[in-house]
T-cell receptor
Framework: DVKVTQSSRYLVKRTGEKVFLECVQD?????MFWYRQDPGLGLRLIYF???????EKGDIPEGYSVSREKKERFSLILESASTNQTSMYLC??????????????FGPGTRLLVL | GDSVTQMEGPVTLSEEAFLTINCTYT??????LFWYVQYPGEGLQLLLK?????DKGSNKGFEATYRKETTSFHLEKGSVQVSDSAVYFC????????????FGAGTILRVKS
């Protein structure tokens, strides 16, 4: 059974802190993604990675960075947390193959509150 | 750019009622279309998908047909259950957007017993 895990379900941090969100997948997938989910906005892509040590900016990368040192792990870093980064963060992975139709598999999400 | 528009929720239905959640899209090419579902406290999981015009995706009693002429992919179910209460996301994937997913805003469905 496919599995994407995220290090925390809930996090509370203070403004200015450096925050690490970890995601691990056990499916040997090449592609991994970080989204944030906000009411009325759906999911928006922050960063993605096609393979180890590769990263690409998504639609809203400002204030975030990522790291992919191993294939199974994709980390999202908030360099200096701000209150407008309070959100639900979702990680996903996918194995590319046939172009448009590969399924992305999602983790359970991390709900981050920045005070 | 590519985009997805869903009907706003929440949608509240009684058990065994008929469900429709509207989804329309804008894309320059020929996207694949998806419905994802998010149950309370969980991540998203794929519900169904369709990869070309007139394809019908189906799963767990839900159906959606890829309508190119109306650029729509409406989700339907003939008889909803309380366990269907969730957030439903319509999404597309297109070559023009690098095969990444573009999501709609999501529609909350609440089913009452």
């Amino acid at each position: 059974d496919v599995k994407v895990t995220q290090s925390s379900r809930y996090l509370v941090k203070r403004t200015g802190e450096k925050v690490f969100l970890e995601c691990v997948q056990d499916m040997d997938h090449e592609n991994m993604f970080w989204y944030r989910q906000d009411p009325g906005l759906g999911l928006r892509l922050i960063y993605f990675s096609y393979d180890v040590k590769m990263k690409e900016k998504g639609d809203i990368p400002e204030g975030y960075s990522v790291s992919r040192e191993k294939k199974e792990r994709f980390s999202l870093i908030l360099e200096s947390a701000s209150t407008n980064q309070t959100s639900m963060y979702l990680c996903a992975s996918r194995q590319p193959g046939q172009g448009l139709q590969e399924t992305q598999y999602f983790g359970p999400g991390t709900r981050l509150l920045v005070l | 750019g590519d985009s997805v528009t869903q009907m706003e929720g929440p949608v509240t239905l009684s058990e065994e009622a008929f469900l429709t959640i509207n989804c329309t899209y804008t894309a320059t090419g020929y996207p694949s279309l998806f419905w994802y579902v998010q149950y309370p406290g969980e991540g998203l999981q794929l519900l169904l998908k369709a990869t070309k015009a007139d394809d019908k995706g189906s799963n767990k009693g839900f159906e959606a047909t890829y309508r190119k002429e109306t650029t729509s992919f409406h989700l339907e179910k003939g008889s909803v259950q309380v366990s269907d209460s969730a957030v439903y996301f319509c999404a597309l994937s297109s070559v023009e957007y690098g095969n990444k997913l573009v999501f709609g805003a999501g529609t909350i469905l609440r089913v009452k017993s």
